[in-house]
């Protein structure tokens, strides 16, 4: 992309979920997507948050990506000060991330958050589905898409090759 | 009690939470335990819970108890905003109140909850678990305390007594 | 909205599904944006839903919204034959719709889905998101959005306007 | 058994899935049924899936064995392009194999899978299964069948042997 | 079909089961599958299922369908006494047929059931299910199970004229 | 039996509970063995429920059988007050009784509690586990509970009458 | 106690399970109750569960404890074959013991199982129970277990006065 | 505080959950509220249980805290006996601790447990909202409750420095 300024908002509740909200900004690199990556607690830190969601559209923002764990609550409320779409990745937790699953994704109506799979692979889902959010304004990026699903059904063949075997 | 200021707020995400809210509202009122009640979103309505929640102690209130239902965020959002207690009520949901109950009680460190039962059971004894703690600076509630608590063991006896048979 | 040809579709793996899916077209409906809507299934018509998710594109769709219930992979399916962004539904099944929250939310890295709640809440999400995502490439309905926003807090102090009182 | 062309398809949906899925091509080897394995992705390779399933019994393939883990569609999908038999085997995830439980058992009527237990325990029993109904048309397989019941009876008495004691 | 006598034996646990149970029976019908249906239980009646399960081969019984719920134990009672394939129904319980569907997918290696879905969807695919592994041996079943699948996708067509608008 | 004191003490957390636990009652009366229906709460008559599991004994009760719903923790509560064996019933609850039947039978290592099913078949269950208990003691209950196990495999051979048919 | 024969049969599915049986073992030692162990499974060996289930009380058995995991039938099985009290451990399992213990408690009316604890609590557990019916009838272990609720307590007191400290 | 007597309990059922409840005191000591620490178990030692929360106010404790696992009665059984606000948290188990939780959180109406999460998290936030409940009769915790809340969100920041990057 051309796009210099971040147009993906990667926020975490944490520090420590780094590692796992990695993979979202791996995807977007691969993408060329320039980024911002950031920590920010609904809960330790709501003035923060509030103020990151509201002013993320002036800056340039044009979708959020927001993870958290437990009783999840970062996605939704940066969705309640955004109109942006906001994706929200569950983190994993002592209950297996399925009370972060169960936070994000049972957002009551007229505050939608996009929830995507409990941890590693939903943060690499979150990069994509930015990235497909992203190509309908940015159509340049509509190709890479396609290029990337063509890769995808590849590596499966190319797995295939190696497991294949009759007996 | 003496004071006529509201000491609790009951704030709930709907006001089709009212009948089930309502239960912590008349338990309060047989304590005699001033209180107010309204109606505040954490994600459609995120300012004017933030306010709240911020304001709720200069205005002499002294517990909070917030009800919710789905991905529940009242709570953790309100006690993101103040430090006193805040007691969670896990509305009923298409999911039986489970999602409910995890959005509420697995607040991560930082930002408790005290989180009741999912319900009725658990708005009325979020009406309870307030006068049990606002009764620590205003002892005259023990009193009422120690009645109510010797009145559930006397009705048990009662409803024993028209139960009790032997073969 | 000017453009008259639809930009969202909507789609269903069965036709007891529309009073549900409804609630996504309503929305729809309110911001102005054209959509079809259809019925498909992953499983019963595996080959319709693939032309479908690979001629959607082309026709001019730019957002696919699938609700589907149980085994749940009407989303998961069209995601795989496009790389429009896919919102799916989870609809309520003997099981609560947790299985169908679970079959939709999971998917494994390389293919995302945009999961929203269980049941009505989730269609009108997903309607909502939908039209989020859409703004990004079509501005003008962020005015709509922030409209709405700001109705959706309106409507919250109205609720509390009727709701409130001091004991 | 005479026939030398594989009679059961093993196919999971990531080649990382191949140490779990071989229980099944173990149980298979035992019984001399001749086999294919092959990986083969709902989502990642839907079109190479769908052919792969319409396929299968063209080429003599008579049950079909599909492993998949999470939002687990796979099964699903070629049972979506296939009147043959699908067995599913829901594969091991951060939910414990919950998700893939219900992605795959929970089929809306019409289109059929069947399912068995999560992880190593539910692949050797599709391979079991397999042969199960394959001895139906292959008669000569139902003696192994019952030797095979035999041995199960007889191991258990053996263990019984080693553990067996009065205090 | 030809044959004449029951190749599908339906059974229950309890003649309260019946209502769902006959979904199976009419698809066989529809098939032209000749079936037995009957009542047995693994815990009230275990002899009565144990003789059953070890006879039905004998008497010309090639696929055994059993539907239970709670402790669902007897799909796989009847797979511990049998080498034919043993379908198993869950059916709906206090707990929504989720212990049911535990109790049918969870068997341990050895001793395989093919779980179908909970309730109604399920007894419909276990029927279908039957009539799917009864086509290896009995070809002349391949043609209807075609046609049926020709029909499912015929009657999303049907379904998706009546629905299909653009707005 | 030619005892007349009461051998069993049926014991519930709420007069609600009645209806349900009148089952285990029905049960004990059909083999004619004397028992006591009593109300007590673990919380709200916690003296009134250690003073009944204390004295259970001495006034000749030989099984206890209790039932509660939600946070179930009057049988946990009674085997902590008793040797005798105390059987839990999990009775309904918001949550279907899954917190009910957690709560009861997860007790930890030293005081077991012996858990039933939830609800109806539950209650029916414990009145049934306390004649087999009781028939240690008691030989004559013996043959009553063969005589017993004779009619549930004689009732199902009637109910197999009325269902059984071929195609 | 005097009498040398086993009175109590702990039975597992799979000497795997062994270790953890021990528990129940062990238990049963330490009250000087004679017992046997054994493996059997009621799904790999159903007819040696089922002869030694109804031979079980002719041998002298006066409970039976089966420790089983996932599909667990074992317990409902041998109850199903035996007026003797069952006593039923759920074993941990790929699902953490849920289904084990809803396979094993959800027992519907007719044929009750006494179950306890998920895993080693669960083991110790079970000793523990058998004991208690047992001391129905053999009045001296009474006195056991009444020194060993005594040890219980005291065992806390001793853990509380290595722990307990005031800031 | 100038109080040097213990105003908090902190309470666990068994020794071995000392390192998690260690976090409840850690909070306390930085808070200088002054606590006792000890164990006690609702089965285990009933008496010394029921005497100490019934004392637990007469020897100026004004807040319990009360953790335990699995059927997880301690928080319950000790507010049974005593009007002071009683905290429970809910520690790991086999099951993850959802046991744990919903013995603690489903109390009936009229005997409220505040409750916190699972585990680690919980523990702390069972000290923090002790202090919070503490500081409305002991209004100097105020303060320190304010330069905490402060101090979380300056701790997020100082994360989100060490995070913060723009791609």
């Given at each position: 992309?051309?796009?210099?300024k971040?147009?993906v ?5 944490s520090?420590s979920?780094l590692?796992?909200?990695e993979?979202?900004a791996?995807?977007?690199s ?13 809960h330790?830190s709501p003035?923060?948050t ?11 923002i ?5 993870g958290?764990?437990g009783?999840?609550?970062l996605?939704?409320v940066?969705?309640a000060?955004?109109?942006?779409p906001?994706?929200?990745v569950?983190?994993e937790?002592p209950?297996m991330?399925?009370d972060?699953l ?6 009551s109506a007229?505050?939608p958050?996009?929830t995507v ?11 994509l ?7 309908g304004?940015?159509g340049e990026l509509k190709?890479?898409?396609l ?5 995808l059904a590849k590596k499966?063949?190319?797995q295939?090759?190696k497991?294949e075997?009759?007996?």
């Amino acid at each position: 992309m051309k796009i210099k300024k971040p147009l993906v908002a990667i926020v975490m509740g944490s520090a420590s979920d780094l590692p796992i909200m990695e993979e979202a900004a791996r995807v977007l690199s691969n993408f060329k997507v320039p980024y911002e990556i950031t920590v920010s607690s609904a809960h330790r830190s709501p003035q923060r948050t509030a103020d990151y969601a509201q002013n993320a559209s002036t800056r340039g923002i044009e979708v959020i990506i927001a993870g958290a764990g437990g009783a999840a609550h970062l996605a939704g409320v940066m969705a309640a000060h955004t109109i942006l779409p906001v994706i929200g990745v569950p983190l994993e937790s002592p209950l297996m991330g399925l009370d972060s699953l169960l936070s994000i994704a049972q957002m009551s109506a007229g505050v939608p958050v996009a929830t995507v799979a409990i941890g590693n692979a939903g943060a690499r889902n979150a990069g994509l589905l930015a990235v497909q959010i992203l190509s309908g304004k940015h159509g340049e990026l509509k190709k890479s898409l396609l290029n990337y699903k063509a890769s995808l059904a590849k590596k499966v063949e190319e797995q295939a090759k190696k497991v294949e075997r009759k007996s």
